[in-house]
């Protein structure tokens, strides 16, 4: 069974950082695409970040670009967020999601809830 | 930059078909993805590439997309469809991947 499990989200003070985790499970995770995803509370999807499977190619949403950083460890099944500069504006639930040839989002994790907030 | 468009709700009769729009510039010259999500769970797949199915999504649900308009198109509708429902597509343009506001389906 294919799982995606995130942590690390917190209640942080603006300008602090964070680094998110996603252990990726059931399938062979260095073959695979993996990007995040956030939504605020009772909003809609943002796109964040995609890391090709050897982790080479990167792409940042503009919103993000120089203060988020996306990395991936293959031999331990992990996806890594790094936030930096945190905004209020960044408080939402953050997603990983692994993808698949076509480029859609085939398996989500169940999200973990970062809170900005003095 | 690319942006899609679709409605914030769509409402259906429960046995009728809903049709949830899509709408972007070329858009049928992309491959859109549908994602539904109900309140407290993450995102699923619901089709990709216009019309396909992942395994264990049921035959009601179907997809079509021409012109500047994709649709998620779900048959036969049931209660349990009610849920917020995105568009994606991958921008080649500016190596992005984009998200519909979303369209909360309500059955009634």
């Known amino acids: 069974e294919v799982q995606l499990v995130e942590s690390g989200g917190a209640l942080v003070q603006p300008g602090g950082s964070l680094r998110l985790s996603c252990a990726a499970s059931?399938?062979?995770?260095?073959?695979?695409?993996m990007n995040w995803v956030r939504q605020a509370p009772g909003k809609g999807l943002e796109w964040l970040s995609y890391?090709?499977?050897?982790?080479?190619?990167?792409y940042y949403a503009d919103s993000v670009k120089g203060r988020f950083t996306v990395s991936r460890d293959n031999a331990k099944n992990s996806l890594y967020l790094h936030m930096n500069n945190l905004r209020v504006e960044d408080t939402a639930f953050y997603y990983c999601t692994s993808e698949e040839a076509g480029d859609e989002f085939d398996f989500w994790g169940q999200g973990t809830l970062v809170t900005v907030s003095s | 930059s690319y942006v899609l468009t679709q409605p914030p709700s769509v409402s259906v009769a429960p046995g009728q078909t809903a049709r949830i729009p899509c709408g972007g510039n070329g858009i049928g010259r992309k491959g859109v993805h549908w994602y539904q999500q109900k309140p407290g769970q993450a995102p699923v797949l619901v089709v990709f590439d216009n019309s396909d199915r992942p395994s264990g999504i049921p035959e009601r649900f179907s997809g079509s997309n021409s012109g500047n308009t994709a649709t998620l198109i779900i048959g036969r509708a049931e209660a349990g469809d009610e849920a917020d429902y995105f568009c994606h597509v991958w921008d080649v343009d500016t190596y992005h991947v984009v998200f519909g506001g979303g369209t909360k389906l309500f059955v009634l």
């Open positions: 890391i090709s499977d050897s982790g080479d190619t990167i």
């Open positions: 059931g399938f062979t995770f260095s073959d695979r695409e």
